[in-house]
């Protein structure tokens, strides 16, 4: 890139919310002749009693991580790492992250170091990748582009395009034949004034090249034009020139601002600097959001990181603009970060030196996040990229074609101008969607919170079901992400997934537990808590530690509910005789209503049983081959409602 370009560049829950769950009083509480069993409240009150189970913690530790509460949290991740000191990755992640969120920091050092040991292919652990050669980096992001001379170059400097109602309009240092020319003191060419070309959208062939005959053209620089959409505002970059002043510094040199001008008429009017603009440092290169609310611009204004720094600006309903923000250390370096351009899938394109590059400005792609920040920042390949100056890249992101600058060998002029069709995308792009259903009745669940997280936690996007319980995402092939659902009278779920590395469709159905279960007269208590059968040592009938565990749980809910009856029963597989099934299950049966009565229970809320193998679930009678997990659907206990 010539100097006078430079210039410009240069100074340019488990719960979604406790709040939503029907709280239980003391004594007993009827909604509608249904009870309402608080699964949480009643594990907090197990674990009280002394009973361990990693089940158990891990439970109540994401019911606190999940709602923020990070005090409850520590605590009962606490106690899972107590009994099992290498827990899943995803629990070293939740334990650190609430441990620094209580001031915990040293010992979420700690965890983390371990963390990061243990799982060294985790995406949140140590950035080791950030040492890897950048070249092997650029050389994988090469390949992937058509080019061609725009067909709009001359002998003198022509870039920064955009493209409106079929026209590509740019900047140029072309001669004009005017009498008036002025050479640039530093180039010993003309200033840049504003060109357009007609553009065939379909062959990208250009026309004439014309010179703007309006107020936006001055004798001066300008460049870097966008239109709005509905073509009656542009914007624009001008050396600080209006109404035949010059506007200089403290130095007494003359900087860049952008200006805007308004259609009337069919007349470019109006025109003025933007008025966060100063003559005491340079903005310039404007792009628009694609919703035209955001203006995106280059500057070195005070409180910049480097030379220049990328920023953006509110574009106010009454067309007044909020106070600039700086993009931040996500992107700008102490190098020139500058000619940004941001396409409908929330992508910004820009040029920069701060970066790893093949030398000058080259161009990079970053992922501007919900919150404003930008990720995932990466060079564009050596097809756009090269010892020169490359810059000014803009994308039709659904065709796929585009314009960039440089000054690279091979043109015509010091910068010129070139289309582009990109014929491989940087990103390999996959569908990720599925059904949320009920865990046991299997019912679609539309109205699901659904949250998509990438591998550091941080949130993605957010959608919510729709009526066949159907969500979706646009996620990155080869990329672990966490999707979390969320649901009232349900406990959150989150659930990871690695992304194949092809684009396609990847399928995660995600089915959530009740967290509020309401019963009724001839429910199994038990499927509340999920428990299939209580377990006794074989050919015995005194309760096991694993099964007071789960006792406990029925034995709480009779105490939050004084009027509710069970009829207890136990059944068996085929798998003996019919006679020793029967006396075995039904002893079981006596054994489990003895520890509830032991436990405080009246003797005239139980009723039970056990039915051995006359109550089958499938076919796994006598003789007949089934598997070992066919005659595990028959081993079953029941706690049935008779009364509330």
């Given amino acids: 890139m010539k100097n006078f370009t430079l210039l410009i560049l240069i100074i340019l829950n488990v719960f979604s919310s406790y709040s939503q769950q029907s709280k239980l009083n003391a004594g007993a509480k009827k909604y509608d002749s249904y009870a309402y069993v608080d699964v949480i409240k009643t594990y907090e009150r197990v674990a009280a009693k002394g009973y361990k189970s990693e089940d158990l913690f891990r439970k109540l530790g994401d019911s606190y991580y999940f709602n923020s509460n990070f005090e409850g949290a520590v605590k009962w991740y606490e106690e899972l790492f107590s009994i099992n000191t290498s827990p899943e990755a995803e629990y070293y992640y939740r334990y650190a992250q609430s441990l620094k969120a209580t001031g915990k920091t040293a010992k979420a050092s700690r965890i983390l170091d371990e963390f990061n040991a243990k799982f060294k292919n985790d995406s949140r652990g140590k950035l080791y990748r950030e040492n890897m050669n950048y070249l092997d980096k650029i050389k994988a992001n090469s390949g992937r582009y058509t080019i061609e001379d725009a067909g709009i170059n001359s002998k003198y400097s022509d870039y920064g395009s955009f493209i409106y109602n079929n026209k590509i309009y740019f900047a140029s240092a072309r001669d004009t034949g005017n009498f008036s020319q002025r050479k640039h003191k530093w180039t010993g060419e003309y200033f840049t004034n504003i060109y357009d070309s007609d553009l065939d959208p379909q062959s990208g062939s250009t026309s004439k090249v014309n010179k703007i005959r309006s107020t936006v053209n001055t004798r001066f620089h300008e460049s870097s034009v966008v239109f709005t959409k509905d073509g009656n505002t542009v914007y624009f970059t001008r050396n600080n020139y209006i109404n035949g002043k010059k506007g200089k510094d403290a130095n007494n040199v003359t900087l860049v601002k952008i200006y805007k001008a308004s259609l009337e008429n069919g007349k470019w009017a109006n025109v003025a600097a933007l008025p966060f603009t100063s003559d005491n440092y340079n903005t310039a290169h404007p792009a628009l959001s694609p919703d035209e609310k955001t203006l995106y611009f280059s500057s070195d204004m005070p409180g910049s990181i480097g030379q220049s720094d990328i920023y953006k600006v509110n574009i106010n309903g009454s067309g007044s603009f909020g106070t600039p923000e700086n993009l931040g250390k996500g992107i700008n370096t102490e190098g020139k970060e500058t000619f940004p351009y941001v396409t409908s899938e929330n992508e910004i394109y820009f040029a920069s030196d701060g970066y790893p590059g093949l030398g000058g400005l080259d161009v990079f792609v970053g992922q501007i996040e919900n919150n404003g920040t930008i990720s995932d920042i990466q060079n564009l390949g050596a097809d756009i990229n090269s010892p020169k100056d490359d810059f000014a890249y803009i994308i039709d992101p659904v065709s796929r074609r585009g314009y960039f600058s440089s000054n690279k060998d091979g043109g015509l002029g010091s910068d010129d101008i070139y289309k582009f069709l990109e014929t491989k995308r940087l990103k390999c792009i996959q569908e990720l969607s599925g059904v949320i259903t009920d865990a046991v009745t299997g019912i679609i669940l539309p109205g699901t919170k659904v949250t998509l997280y990438d591998g550091m936690q941080r949130i993605k996007n957010s959608t919510v079901a729709d009526a066949a319980g159907l969500y979706g995402f646009d996620v990155e092939c080869g990329k672990t992400y966490y999707?979390?659902?969320?649901?009232?009278?349900?406990?959150?779920?989150?659930?990871?997934?690695?992304?194949?590395?092809?684009?396609?469709?990847?399928?995660?159905?995600?089915?959530?537990?009740?967290?509020?279960?309401?019963?009724?007269?001839?429910?199994?208590?038990?499927?509340?808590?999920?428990?299939?059968?209580?377990?006794?040592?074989?050919?015995?009938?005194?309760?096991?530690?694993?099964?007071?565990?789960?006792?406990?749980?029925?034995?709480?809910?009779?105490?939050?509910?004084?009027?509710?009856?069970?009829?207890?029963?136990?059944?068996?597989?085929?798998?003996?005789?019919?006679?020793?099934?029967?006396?075995?299950?039904?002893?079981?049966?006596?054994?489990?209503?003895?520890?509830?009565?032991?436990?405080?229970?009246?003797?005239?809320?139980?009723?039970?049983?056990?039915?051995?193998?006359?109550?089958?679930?499938?076919?796994?009678?006598?003789?007949?081959?089934?598997?070992?997990?066919?005659?595990?659907?028959?081993?079953?206990?029941?706690?049935?409602?008779?009364?509330?």
């Fill in 483 to 644: 999707v979390r659902a969320e649901k009232p009278e349900y406990a959150t779920k989150e659930v990871s997934i690695t992304i194949p590395k092809e684009t396609g469709k990847t399928n995660l159905p995600i089915a959530l537990e009740k967290s509020i279960c309401k019963v009724t007269i001839g429910d199994d208590l038990g499927k509340c808590f999920g428990i299939k059968m209580i377990y006794f040592d074989l050919d015995k009938s005194n309760i096991r530690t694993e099964a007071a565990l789960d006792l406990e749980k029925i034995l709480d809910v009779l105490k939050q509910n004084p009027t509710m009856k069970l009829d207890i029963r136990s059944h068996t597989d085929s798998r003996a005789s019919h006679q020793y099934n029967e006396a075995l299950s039904d002893r079981r049966a006596k054994s489990t209503i003895a520890w509830l009565i032991n436990n405080g229970v009246a003797i005239n809320r139980l009723t039970g049983r056990g039915y051995g193998e006359t109550q089958l679930v499938n076919l796994c009678s006598d003789d007949v081959k089934c598997s070992e997990e066919e005659h595990q659907m028959n081993r079953r206990s029941e706690f049935i409602i008779t009364g509330l």
